[in-house]
């Protein structure tokens, strides 16, 4: 986990360009707390912040390769460095350092952009300067495990692992994107490329951004598609991706600093604390975080897990009443434009906790995704099947009206279930992670705001070029979208946010290079069961390598019991913040909207049909808009 910022262009000629790149490397200093340096060149400026886990002595960046031709500041890792160094060595390139850092841009020099990202297996975001030929190649991983953002002016571009690092430059003007304000509301987070602030831009997953004086040049190396080509049985599948796995896991652990694992007691990372314990890694640390509440509370599984494999195991706990405005505002204030996933505020803790006893954490997010481990996606398939009978349906619409309003959240869930079922199949995959509905949003607005939020369309437009238009499946095109969009902006941001901020590094095996594209060929029959049985082969695992019961659990995910974690501080706290004359949140909504959504939150009984993760998830998108809104100061 380390920071990288700079620029490119005429920015670098101002007689202010080395306090301002100074600036900006600063702004990214909790990133990397283990030193922080930059260079200054005619047209490029590279800073970094480094948390040092390989090569400790002599991996400070940025850092030039041996014949001086090329300059690069990374933030990642790159697990088969050893194996492509040596590969690289048989060609004649000869490296100074013992780091993963210089296998960078020689790989890029011997095998070009796109097949030298390829080959990297690994987390990645990286900015490459070539002396030669004045470019500068700016580049991501294949999900997105690690972020980067741009912004474009008049004098050049600049580029950051976060927001704050553009906006501390004084060269990026901070105005509000009202269109991503929209999509936040409905998804809780920003289309990717946007952002909410309207001059800062994050480079996509998988793809490449080439600034040099001949132009721009851009390009994609890799997309997330289903292929379904296996042929093997289920038993072989499941042994292959067994051994996948743990291969996976065998690199992952290349580091110079103590590792540790994420153990929530969810099959993904018990799956990994398993592998590792069987020879690995031995005498493994692992951390889970508890709840009160039973509804979230995985603790006890994750205690099964620790024990039956020995690993040293350690506990944080979120108690009920126990939230501290103070902390809230320092986590959501992290992500510097409005961020929508409750489930950052225990990530935060947790990530704190580690810190304490390792540098490198291992994580099990990406499991759901390669594996098929989400309800929506058995969801999506059962209200495709309606798709023929959709011109007849709405005549049955008052009957399940009815029964909507008479069996409470029950009868709700079954009328939302078959209006769903009637949207065109771009808008049901939308839908079954929608907060706030677009008729919603529009009712909310103030009317000079809802003019600017639609000036690009309504959010179901910018959301479907995710979705594969050529592919038929349901299922497939909801895991797509989601390879696509929502693991990078929702799930492995809060994560990277989370951890950088206590100067952790967190690995996610299962997003390996090798599990990928694993996952592309496996069936979906071998993820998803007619009957309704989601992840087959991790449960087929689970069987094998874990306590007796644990394959059979149901999902929980990592999410919090917000509505009981906020005592009486907190109630007051977010009162005064939404419903203040003063809040800036009333240039854009109306007040009654936002009076409406904390009543909702604090008497459950007024909205009976609104489930609860929905009632108190709504009131965080808007206190987190809030939030922002009064940290940073935007315009529009």
């Known amino acids: ?27 990214l200093a909790h990133r990397g707390p283990d030193g922080q340096d930059y260079w200054l060149g005619a047209d490029v400026g590279l800073g970094h912040t480094r948390l040092a886990i390989i090569d400790l002595s002599s991996g400070d960046q940025p850092m030039w390769d041996a014949q001086e031709k090329t300059v690069i500041v990374f933030n990642g890792e790159i697990y088969n460095y050893r194996e492509l160094r040596c590969e690289l060595q048989a060609l004649g390139f000869v490296f100074h350092t013992a780091s993963d850092t210089e296998v960078i841009a020689a790989a890029i020099r011997t095998w070009g952009i796109e097949d030298g990202l390829r080959r990297l297996r690994g987390m990645f975001a990286f900015a490459l300067y070539n002396t030669e ?16 953002y741009y912004a474009e002016t008049a004098a050049g571009v600049l580029f950051g692992s976060e ?21 936040y509301l409905a998804q809780g987070y920003a289309i990717t490329p946007d952002t909410c602030w309207r001059d800062i831009q994050m480079l996509e997953p998988g793809t490449w951004l080439q600034l040099g004086p001949h132009g721009t040049r851009r390009g994609r190396y890799w997309h997330w598609q289903a292929e379904d080509d296996a042929t093997d049985s289920l038993e072989t599948a499941t042994e292959k991706t067994q051994q996948t796995l743990h291969d996976a896991l065998k690199c992952h652990l290349v580091s110079d600093v103590p590792l540790g694992a994420f153990l929530s007691g969810g099959l993904d990372s018990s799956l990994i604390v398993a592998l590792l314990s069987q020879g690995l890694m031995p005498g493994l640390s692992t951390f889970s975080m508890g709840f009160e509440d039973p509804a979230f509370d995985e603790s006890k599984l994750a205690r099964q897990v620790a024990e039956f494999y020995g690993t040293i195991h350690h506990e944080a706990h979120m108690e009920t009443n126990g939230g501290e405005p103070d902390l809230f505002m320092k986590v959501v204030e992290q992500y510097d434009e409005p961020f929508g996933d409750s489930s950052c505020l225990p990530t935060y803790m947790i990530c704190g906790e580690m810190r304490k006893h390792v540098k490198v954490a291992l994580s099990g997010d990406g499991g759901d995704e390669v594996l098929g481990g989400y309800k929506r996606y058995l969801q999506v398939r059962r209200l495709a099947a309606f798709a023929p009978l959709r011109p007849f349906m709405p005549l049955f619409d008052p009957m399940f009206q009815f029964v ?31 907060y706030f509905s677009e008729e919603k949003r529009l009712a909310m607005y103030k009317p000079e705001f809802a003019k600017l939020a639609l000036a690009q369309g309504p959010t179901i437009e910018r959301f479907t070029q995710f979705v594969p ?35 952790l590094e967190v690995r996610v095996p299962y997003l390996d290079n090798a599990l990928l594209d694993l996952s592309a060929t496996l ?51 977010l009162h005064d913040l939404l419903l203040s004359p003063k809040a800036r949140i009333n240039d854009w909504l109306k007040p009654d909207a936002i009076d409406h959504v904390w009543q909702v939150f604090q008497n459950p009984n007024a909205v009976s049909t609104l489930p609860r993760f929905q009632r108190y998830q709504r009131l965080f998108l808007l206190v987190s808009l809030e939030l922002w809104l009064r940290r940073w100061e935007p315009t529009l």
């Not at 553009?166 to 009202?178: E, F, G, I, K, Q």
């Not at 390879?483 to 901020?501: C, E, M, N, P, T």
Request: glycine residues 8%; contains cysteine; positive net charge.
């Open 469 to 503: 238009q050529d592919e038929k499946d349901p299922i497939k095109q909801l895991m797509a979208a989601e390879f696509r969009l929502r693991l990078h902006a929702d799930y492995l941001r809060k994560v990277d946010v989370a951890s950088s901020a206590h100067g």
């Open 1 to 27: 986990m380390c920071g990288i910022a700079g620029f490119w262009g005429e920015i670098a000629r101002m007689p202010d360009a080395p306090n301002r790149l100074a600036r900006m490397t600063k702004a």
């Open 163 to 183: 927001q704050k690092a553009l906006l501390t430059s004084d060269l990026v003007l901070r105005r509000v994107n009202p269109t991503a304000i929209h999509d």
């Open 404 to 434: 909507g309003h008479q069996l409470g959240t029950p009868g709700y869930q079954v009328f939302r279930a078959w209006r769903r079922a009637q949207l065109p199949r771009n808008e049901l995959l939308a839908s079954l992670h929608t």
């Open 523 to 573: 069936p979906t029959r071998y993820k998803l069961s007619n009957s309704g049985e989601t992840k087959i082969i991790s449960r087929r695992l689970a069987r094998k390598l874990l306590p007796r019961g644990l394959a059979e659990q149901t999902k929980k995910g990592f999410a919090i019991p917000l509505d009981r974690w906020m005592g009486p501080k907190m109630h007051g706290f």
């Open 133 to 148: 030929d004045h470019t500068l190649l700016l580049a991501r991983d294949r999900v997105g495990i690690k972020p980067l």
